[in-house]
């Protein structure tokens, strides 16, 4: 059965001045889903972010969280979501357990109700050690741990990260994505970035969007890819390459020399196919492959990798507008 749809903007716009900032997007999120918004820096991200999560009105179009119209009930709807924005703002004088507590009270949390809360986040964030520290003197990493707690105090339903992982190092990147990535089926959760190889590691959907406008809302349903196929066979590599070529359907064949290859180019190497979409073609590789005396060693389909896919949109968007 279907999930309901918790987030539902439809034709959503921003102008500042005459300068449209996001133009006519629409799209849903289901509830338990971990959606990424992909795009460049200056994209409209943040600014969807923003008007989602109440910060910013919107020039027209509506927004919907959980059956509410954000214009007309944004309290309400502000206490569905928990927010991180981007640069993880908090006050540095203040200790982590000063500002969690603070944080609780304006989330409409007191008494044992907001010490259960304090308690719950730091547990699960693993603050307790830096609960009487100063905000001002934490890692980078922990403050963004701070920020996330604080987006969790009240136990919202929705959680909004605006680029989450942003100069953060590969130890702290990697402890904030497998959090993100644990909320799966827990929460809903819409996480915005500009770094498409963490948006392809945290999203169950990606969007992706470019000036302003959604060029699809799930990128890896997006279009008819042709099939393409990484073979790994022990043989001399010029006769490969010409065996391969001459079977019905393959448009080009092309010695892997990367990683992908594992830098090999002798006689035990790895060969990319790209072919037409026919159902026939994978046996008809390994058939010419065994037939030739040749060993296969593997042969695997390879789908298309959200950066072959960000690259195809957004070039076939560009070269559309300058047209």
Request: hydrophobic letters at 45%; glycine letters at 8%.
């Amino acid at each position: 059965m279907p999930q309901p749809e918790v987030i539902v903007v439809d034709r959503l716009v921003k102008r500042y001045g005459r300068r449209p900032a996001v133009r006519e997007v629409s799209f849903s999120i289901c509830e338990g889903e971990v959606v990424g918004l992909l795009g460049p820096n200056g994209s409209g991200k943040s600014t969807i972010i923003r008007i989602l999560t109440g910060y910013l009105p919107p020039s027209a179009g509506t927004v919907r969280i959980r059956g509410r119209d954000l214009a007309e009930d944004s309290l309400t709807v502000r206490s569905y979501i928990g927010y991180v924005p981007e640069d993880a703002p908090a006050y540095d004088g203040m200790r982590v357990g000063e500002f969690l507590r603070f944080m609780a009270e304006i989330k409409w949390l007191s008494g044992k109700a907001a010490s259960t809360a304090v308690e719950s986040v730091c547990e699960r964030l693993a603050l307790e050690s830096v609960l009487n520290v100063g905000i001002g003197k934490l890692s980078r990493g922990f403050r963004q741990r701070v920020a996330i707690a604080q987006a969790l105090l009240n136990d919202p339903p929705i959680l909004v990260f605006d680029e989450p992982t942003n100069a953060l190092d590969a130890y702290q990147v990697i402890a904030i994505r497998d959090l993100i990535r644990s909320f799966a089926g827990e929460r809903t959760v819409l996480v915005a970035s500009h770094v498409l190889n963490e948006i392809e590691k945290i999203a169950t959907r990606v969007m992706i969007l470019l000036d302003g406008k959604l060029l699809t809302s799930d990128a890896k349903a997006e279009g008819q890819w042709d099939p393409r196929f990484r073979l790994h066979i022990a043989g001399p590599p010029q006769e490969v390459v010409t065996v391969l070529g001459k079977v019905s359907g393959v448009r080009s064949v092309e010695i892997e020399t990367g990683a992908a290859g594992q830098g090999r180019v002798d006689s035990d190497g790895s060969y990319l196919v790209a072919a037409e979409a026919t159902p026939e073609v994978a046996a008809e590789l390994a058939k010419s492959v065994v037939n030739r005396g040749f060993s296969l060693i593997e042969l695997i389909e390879v789908k298309p990798d959200l950066e072959h896919i960000f690259l195809d949109l957004t070039r076939h968007t560009m070269e559309a507008r300058a047209a």
